[in-house]
Structures are given as C-alpha cells and as structure tokens.
C-alpha cells in the first residue's frame, strides 16, 4: 500500500443520541477491508498514542483503522465519567465502524490500558461485527491493582491519573467563562501535578483527597470507586468471562502495573473455552522497553524486536488479521510469519524468550523458603521457637516507593532498582538465603505467609522478593501489600499476593525477602487506627512482630521451574 486517506473527526451517534468522533486512517483503493478500533479517553490525535498505535502503518498493511475519543473527552460530546459507558457505547461504535464505506464488516480491537479495558467492555456486550480484541497491559480486577490493592489505596497510580484527566475536564467546564478563567484553573491544577510529588501525595485523607476538592473533580477520583460500587464494576473483567465470545491476544509486562490482571484475563478467558494468546515481556506500563529500572534487558526483549520474532505491532496485525480476514493472511510480509504460541513469555535474567504452552506453568513446584529469627531465609522450617523479629512502622515516616509494577509520577520508576537506601532503614526487615551454587528459576505467581503481631487496630504488611547479586546489590523483584483489621497484641495469619514473575536467580547470588508496612507513596499510609478518618494528626506508631516459630512459621512460596537448562 504506498496511498492512505486520513478522514478526521467522523461521527457516530450513541444510543442515546450522543456523537463521538474518530479520526479514521484507511487504504486509498477500493476494499473491503477489516476495521481495527481504539477507543480512548486521552485524546485520538496526541502524538504519544498515534506513536503506540501507528494507524498509518496499519492502514498500509490494509486495515480501516479507527481512533475514538471516549465519550465526553477532546472531540466527543456528552459526560465522560470514567469506565462508566464503555460496554454500552463499545458495542454501538464496533457495529458503526462494521459499517463504514469499504469494511468487510468484521472489527477487531487494540490498544493498551484504558483502552485495553475498553476492548474488554465491549467484548461483554458482544457486538456481532466484533470477532477478535488484542488488549495489552488492562487489569481484570480493578480492586487488584487500579483501584485499590490488597486493600491499599493505589494513591501513586491514582493520583497523578486522576488530575492529568482532570486537566480536559476543567478546560470544558470552564468553556464559557473565558480565556482568562480556563488558564487560571488549568493552571492550578499544573501546580498540583508538577509538586505531587513533594505535596500532592502527602495530604490527607487520600481516600477523599483535597486535591480533587479543590479543583472540584471529585467524580475522577479513584477513591470514588469505593462510594460508588457500580463505578467499579462499570469496568471489572474478573468474573464475567464466560460472557466474552471473541478471542484475544494478551500483552502483558512483568513490570507493569496491571501485570497480574493481564495474566488473569489469559487464564480465565482460556478456563472459559475462548481462544486466547498470551505475550509476557519485561516491560513497564509505557511502553515494550528493553531498559526498565536499572536493568537492560537487552535488545531482544523491546517491543521492536521480540527476540527476533518481528515487532510487536506486527504480531497483532498478523493474529487479529487470522480473525478478521483469514484470506489475506498470506499476504503479510515473512518477517512475521508463523504462528504465534499460546504463550510467549521473557524470562529475565537468563534474558530469553520462551514459548510455551500453557500459563501457570504445570512444572513449576511451589517451594516455601521460612523466614528464620537470624535474618536467614531457608528452605528448612524452624522446629523450636525462635522468637519474633521487630520494628516500628510510623505512618509520618513510611517507606519510600523504590521500583516495582508502579505507574507513578515521573520521579518514580518502575522496575528493579537498588534496594540499598529501603533496607537501611530500621523499618524493614530483610531475610537473605545463602548463595546459590545452581541457577534458581522463578515463574508463577508468588505469596507469603506470615504470621504477625502488631499493637495497632489496623495496619499493612508489604512483602518484596529480592536478588542479591555477588557484590551485594539487592534488587527488587516483586512485591504486595495487605491491609489488615487486627486483634491487637495477639498473632493472625497474613497472605500476601506478591503477584507473578519469571526470574532466574543466577549460581552466586542469593534470594532476600523484605518485609515491612509502607510502600509510599505507591499506596496510601495506613494511620494504624480502626476509627482514624485519614487525616495526618491521627497517624500513630505501630509496634510490629514477626512470628519464626514451628507453629507460627513466616513464610514466601516460590514457584520453581525444576530444572533450568532444560526449560
């Protein structure tokens, strides 16, 4: 295709009447050809997404591409409440753009994130002219990592989310009281992103923050989700597979904040009967990068490359292209020929690609390390007492954010950093094995158990798997966090959901294992008071315990591939 034809805000009428526009990128000769639709809340023309999407080099491969704005967002009329219409007008834009002049009549979705979630709306309201979507890195849960996380506040993805999609809400509300006014409160709520770090994140209470008070965007709040359950389900996949008919390739980064929701919906959507394919690398919510943290992954693992397999777009265009016209599949040029495993996934540390057949892996043997009173970590269980290891967690002093599956403001990156400034804290407890004389692989999903005390009503527990190498560097793997109601003074059971991973932990380095109670600001500080309402005058000092007895046993379970070198 060397001609494409771009048509710029083309409307589609909702249901109830309401016009959204798209901005639609399609061969310039005669079809039919398959619709590929994006629909999204961040504007169809900002050069980020266009970047990510590449409608132009789609519509050259001989695809109608359509890019939505959402409703009530940049070009389209009506409200825009988060996730709240996505099904409904999901289903109406998927059958407009079947229409459209040229199509053969079948749409296939892409995108990532919201717009990955948006496929997965439209998919449960099963539109007839939609037959494949390709979400990449969108949650299953929203109460699993964009909303809340074991029970924690999501405040680090949350915050900064909910002001930046403030910034077109306050441009139209203001529309008609002029210039002047428009840029004052812009202008304001730029002042709030730009110091979010240093003061946005630290007022309370997070759960009704001041911020989104004061520039009167309370409904994007994610906090709203709690006050308002049917927000949350307006946009939960978990538990509604049965009602998706349309197969879907799963994109997925073991450094992404929704990470566990993307393996998810490839599990539930396989245990369902409906085709899926699953793609894990090792990136970060952005992008498929090969640099995340402090580590290079190497060349191989960037989206631009896929270990020599083709670049990540043309891996959707080639499997939604076998849904939507399977004729023309052969006409796709060889560098992304064959088919496409049920599982692609980036093991890292060995840094390789690796297909399989299925996700959880069956050979993975879940193995518990104990957590030991001298700061071991062992695969032997303690057979006596061996008293409890302590700390004080003081909400006024929690934990700094350092890594992980994070989407926060741009002080904080995500993936595996140096651990060396959290585990000199007094706050953080740190149990280390001895060093490996094999290579130790680590693919699944990993939990902790511990058995706790703490003198506090309420309180977290954050657990982070980590790798030590030879010069003594502790990097992060991964980590989770429970909020818990307590019987104070008195020992509960605790399990953790670290979430997944795939990680080779090489001969020479050693597995650590931190345990605290903030990870701030990636989730909000819990103030250790039952009755408190949030706010920094009611925060006190927890007393926290950590059982290492053969009764009340500290544990993590790691999922471990047998035998590397011939996985």
Request: negative net charge; proline residues 7%; aromatic residues 8%.
């Given at each position: ?6 048509e ?14 798209a ?33 132009t ?73 939609l ?6 890195v ?10 809340s ?18 910034i ?16 004052d ?6 002042k ?15 759960d ?67 085709p ?47 849904w ?40 993975a ?6 957590l ?15 008293g ?27 993936g595996?950093?140096?651990?060396a400034?959290?585990e ?22 990993v ?9 506090a ?13 030879p010069?003594?560097?502790?990097t ?7 909020r ?26 050693r ?14 500080r ?42």
């Open positions: 295709m060397t001609k494409i034809v771009v710029f805000d083309m409307a589609a009428v909702m249901r109830d009447g309401t016009v959204l526009r901005d639609i990128y399609r061969p310039d000769q005669e079809g039919p050809w398959p619709v590929l639709l994006s629909r999204m809340p961040y504007g169809k023309g900002a050069p980020s997404l266009l970047a990510m999407l590449e409608p080099a789609l519509a050259k491969q001989g695809f109608i591409v359509v890019l939505q704005d959402t409703r009530g967002r940049f070009s389209s009329d009506g409200d825009w409440e988060p996730w709240t219409h996505e099904e409904q007008d999901g289903y109406d834009s998927v059958q407009w753009a079947a229409t459209l002049p040229d199509s053969n009549g079948s749409v296939g979705m892409y995108g990532s994130s919201y717009l990955g979630n948006a496929q997965w709306m439209a998919a449960l309201s099963r539109p007839p002219a037959k494949a979507i390709a979400p990449q969108t949650w299953s849960d929203p109460d699993d990592g964009l909303f996380r074991g029970g924690a506040l999501e405040l680090g993805l949350s915050l900064p989310w909910s002001l930046a999609q403030g077109d809400t306050v441009m139209r509300r203001h529309a008609a009281d002029g210039p002047a006014v428009v840029g409160a812009v202008a304001a709520l730029v709030d992103l730009d110091e979010i770090c240093t003061t946005a994140y630290w007022e309370t209470p997070a009704h923050h001041p911020a989104f008070v004061r520039h009167d965007i309370r409904e994007l709040g994610f906090e709203h989700s709690r006050r308002e359950p049917g927000w949350a389900a307006s946009c939960r996949v978990a538990g509604r597979y049965q009602e998706v008919e349309v197969p879907s390739l799963i994109i997925a980064g073991w450094w992404d904040c929704f990470g566990q929701g993307s393996l998810d919906n490839f599990t539930e959507a396989r245990a369902a009967g409906r899926a394919n699953l793609i894990v690398g090792p990136w970060p919510h952005p992008g498929p990068y090969s640099q995340v943290g402090d580590t290079n992954f190497g060349l191989g693992a960037s989206g631009d490359l896929m270990g020599f397999r083709g670049r990540l777009i043309d891996i959707q265009s080639r499997w939604l292209r076998q939507l016209a399977p004729d023309a599949v052969d006409a796709e040029p060889p560098a992304v020929q064959g088919a496409l495993p049920p599982v692609l996934l980036f093991v890292m540390g060995s840094n390789q690609w690796r297909e399989e057949s299925e996700w959880p892996l069956a050979r043997v879940e193995t518990s390390w104990f030991r009173a001298d700061g071991r970590l062992t695969q032997d269980s303690p057979l006596e007492d061996e409890s290891s302590h700390y004080s967690y003081n909400p006024h002093n929690p934990v700094p954010t350092t890594g992980g599956s994070i989407l926060m403001s741009s002080e904080f990156r995500a595996p950093m140096d651990q400034v959290v000199a804290r007094p706050d953080v407890t740190v149990f280390t094995s001895e060093q490996l004389t094999a290579d130790l692989e680590v693919t699944g999903r939990r902790a158990t511990l058995h706790a005390v703490t003198d009503e309420t309180t977290d527990w954050v657990v982070r798997l980590c790798d030590v190498d010069t003594g560097t502790s992060n793997v991964v980590d989770g966090i429970l818990v109601d307590t019987r104070p003074d008195e020992y509960m059971e605790h399990i953790i959901d670290l979430w997944s991973t795939s990680y080779v932990f090489r001969a020479g380095h597995v650590r294992v931190q345990v605290t109670s903030s990870n701030f600001p990636r989730w909000d819990n103030t250790n008071a039952r009755a408190s309402d949030g706010t920094a005058d009611q925060m006190t000092t927890a007393a926290q315990g950590i059982g290492h007895d053969a009764v009340r046993r500290s544990f993590i379970v790691l999922p471990i591939i047998p035998d590397v070198t011939e996985a």
